[in-house]
């Protein structure tokens, strides 16, 4: 799935396996949309998260002045909301947590990378 088209320089075949992905889940319409759609904006708040926290941590070993304490700053309020859109989706009976068909969907999808990752 990670080898790189020699021209495109994208993931050629991680992109049509998406493609058929989609395309074959859309057939199941609602039912499956809106699981999916949950652990997506679960996996947007984690990738949010992890960029905020690697910036910090950059940032950090840098020479220090007055603009990186302002970004640092920034990136620490990044953390804070990342962390709080995190635990609205796991924390049980908040409005828009996750319930058992997001579970089961997340459940899926690691099991698909785990299987599908480069050893």
Do not use: D
């Not at 992905?21 to 990738?47: K, N, Q």
């Amino acid at each position: 799935m990670g080898a790189i088209h020699p021209r495109f320089r994208s993931p050629t075949s991680a992109v049509l396996f998406c493609g058929a992905v989609t395309i074959f889940l859309s057939l199941f319409g609602e039912s499956i949309l809106i699981p999916v759609t949950e652990v997506g904006s679960l996996c947007s708040a984690l990738g949010w998260l992890v960029t905020c926290l690697a910036f910090v941590r950059w940032r950090r070993g840098q020479p220090a002045g007055l603009s990186s304490r302002n970004e640092i700053a920034v990136a620490v309020l990044g953390v804070t909301v990342a962390l709080a859109l995190l635990l609205i989706k796991i924390v049980p009976y908040v409005p828009g947590s996750f319930r058992r068909w997001e579970y089961v969907s997340l459940a899926v999808w690691l099991i698909l990378g785990l299987l599908l990752r480069k050893k």
